[in-house]
């Protein structure tokens, strides 16, 4: 039997406003300031949902849910997450690891990484180890740097689908 692997990546931005919700990784973080978005503007999990859907070849998460319908209105990422993890599935692949950077000055997200860890791991049915979220500033460097806006990218491995016993 031969086992098919394939990589992909995501990114993500969103700009930044004062007195929005800050969501990333599934996980509601302590802000002033949150994405400005047709969704929860869930930057985390968008760069994860196009890593794994180009992964797959099934276009991106634009395509799939877009910004001009009004389904998608305010919808919490995680439901795209899901409803990704399914369109994967459903190609025939399984999620063997997910790997991801979020560029932000602030707020620290070091309290809030194994949550995100957890909440994506959940969704995805794979276990927390095999989801990585790291954070890093820009060094007060651009628009990440000047607290505008927020970019998150991903990458993942997925394999062909085949029983834990073989």
């Known amino acids: 039997m031969t086992l098919h ?3 992909g990546q995501g990114i993500d931005f969103h700009r930044l406003e004062e007195g929005r919700e800050l969501w990333l990784g599934g996980v509601r973080i302590s802000s002033t300031k949150g994405c400005v978005a047709h969704s929860d503007g869930d930057v985390l999990i968008h760069a994860v949902c196009d890593a794994l859907l180009g992964a797959a ?6 395509y799939h849910f877009p910004d001009s319908s009004e389904e998608y209105r305010g919808i919490d990422s995680k439901i795209l997450l899901k409803r990704v993890v399914e369109m994967i599935t459903g190609a ?5 690891n997910i790997d991801s950077t979020v560029c932000l000055e602030l707020p620290k997200l070091a ?3 194994t949550a995100m860890r ?20 820009t060094e007060k460097m651009g628009f990440t740097g000047r607290g505008e806006g927020i970019v998150a990218l991903a990458v993942c491995l997925l394999s062909d689908l085949i029983p834990d016993n073989i």
């Open 118 to 137: 957890t909440t994506m791991a959940a969704i995805a049915n794979i276990s927390s180890d095999a989801v990585s979220v790291k954070a890093t500033t």
């Open 57 to 62: 070849g099934l276009n991106d998460i634009g």
């Open 92 to 96: 025939g692949y399984r999620i063997v």
């Open 5 to 7: 692997q394939r990589i």
């Open 111 to 113: 309290p809030y990484i």
